[in-house]
């Protein structure tokens, strides 16, 4: 005998077709909120990656833990995005593993580097940071572009318009990149007078 009080059931979909299994955006955004966040973006990116990951494949993971700690997990979501790419027919990626090292080292000796007592001149150490905040942009740079490619969606086209909160925090990043500046050039005219 059915019973009457049951609430009717529906088969959900909770990682059928309609999602993909990566974060698709276009490279000019993820350059342009990447550089304008002072790097930060990197960690919205992982966990928007982590995210659709989870949903699409069931993947038992926290997206939030695996983006505050990307690091430790960049080799597994590129070996993913790898994976899919030559699942897909797209060909291989076989510099994902060497991307994914990249990445960790310059994050990791970016931190260290940031940490090292630096004199009043813009020296050599200054120069190896500035590489170190950029390189990281490459690799991320690399992995969404196969993304996107799994994805069907190679220009990142479906994402590619800058939202209201991504213009907030480009316009607070544009703000935080005129204190450095301002206090890079406050540092030369002292040198200077």
């Known amino acids: 005998m059915e019973n009457p009080y049951q609430a009717p059931q529906a088969e959900l979909d909770t990682h059928g077709e309609s999602s993909t299994p990566f974060f698709t955006t276009s490279i000019t955004k993820l350059i342009v909120l990447y ?7 990197r960690l919205y ?10 949903v699409h494949e069931g993947l038992k993971v926290a997206p939030v833990w695996r983006s505050i700690f990307n690091i430790f997990f960049t080799h597994s979501l590129f070996k993913h995005i790898a994976n899919r790419h030559q699942e897909q027919g797209l060909g291989g990626w076989g510099a994902h593993a060497v991307l994914a090292t990249l ?6 000796g970016g931190e260290l580097i940031a940490r090292m007592p630096t004199s009043d001149v813009f020296g050599v150490w200054d120069i ?3 590489a ?9 740079y690399e992995a969404q572009t196969h993304a ?21 925090f480009i316009l607070l990043g544009i703000a935080i990149w005129g204190v450095v500046v301002l206090g890079v050039l406050a540092q030369y005219t002292a040198i200077l007078d």
């Not at 990445?103 to 990791?108: K, P």
Request: charged share 10%.
């Open 128 to 130: 190896v940071l500035l």
């Open 103 to 108: 990445y960790v080292l310059m994050t990791v």
């Open 35 to 41: 550089i304008a966040t002072l790097g930060f973006y």
């Open 45 to 54: 990116w992982f966990y928007k990656h982590w995210k659709a990951l989870q």
């Open 148 to 168: 996107n490619r799994v994805n069907q969606d190679p220009d990142g086209e479906s994402n590619s318009r800058f939202s209201p909160w991504n213009i907030l």
């Open 132 to 140: 170190t905040s950029i390189i990281p942009l490459y690799t991320l």
